[in-house]
């Protein structure tokens, strides 16, 4: 099974998405602790993403699809995957499309997590305390809203359109909203 979890930043994809993992039995691939990772070790590809993302901005497409497409197409990943925040714009769903479809996969379950916006500023706000996250700065945090809406948004749409996107109330207990989400893959 394929499944993406969808949703703003704050909206719980990177808790929601390490208990789904190991629930269902799937690695989850996030393209964002990859770039974490990647600026943390000084790499190249690193020191290409950090301005984007202490801007708040997407890190352009061609360097997520060199990240991605290796994690994609390895043996693990051959049993399924479960992508949290990534594919973030059209062209990056497009490009999941081409390397699930080349190997005879696709997209199972998109999992759009809702939250009102000022929830999200106020856990975005807290989250910034406590892991002290150089991008979830009270300017950076308005931007990555705005850009989720501007980019990643249509992704919405995409999917509905397709009938594999589930609506997931993001909005009570961790548990709540994990029970929610095993019934809606059917676990
Ligand atoms: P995240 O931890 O998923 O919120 O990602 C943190 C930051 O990494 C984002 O604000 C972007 O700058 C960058 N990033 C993560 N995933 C992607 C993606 N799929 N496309 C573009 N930029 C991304």
Known sequence: M?????????????????????????????????????????????????GYMDRGLLVPDEIILGLIADVLGSPGAAGGVLMDGFPRTVPQAEAVDRLLGERGRQIDRVLLIEVPEHELERRLLGRARVQGRCDDT??????????YEEQTAPLVEYYRRRGVLVDIPGVGSIEDIAQFIAKALDL
């Not at 190991?22 to 990647?38: F, K, Q, V, W, Y």
């Not at 009270?138 to 850009?147: G, K």
């Open 138 to 147: 009270p300017e950076t945090i308005h931007e990555r809203l705005r850009v």
């Open 2 to 50: 394929n499944v993406i979890l969808l949703g703003p930043p704050g909206s719980g994809k990177g808790t929601q998405g390490a208990l789904l993992s190991e629930r269902a039995g799937l690695p989850r691939i996030s393209t964002g602790d990859l770039l974490r990772e990647a600026v943390a070790a000084g790499t190249p590809l690193g020191a290409q993403a950090q």
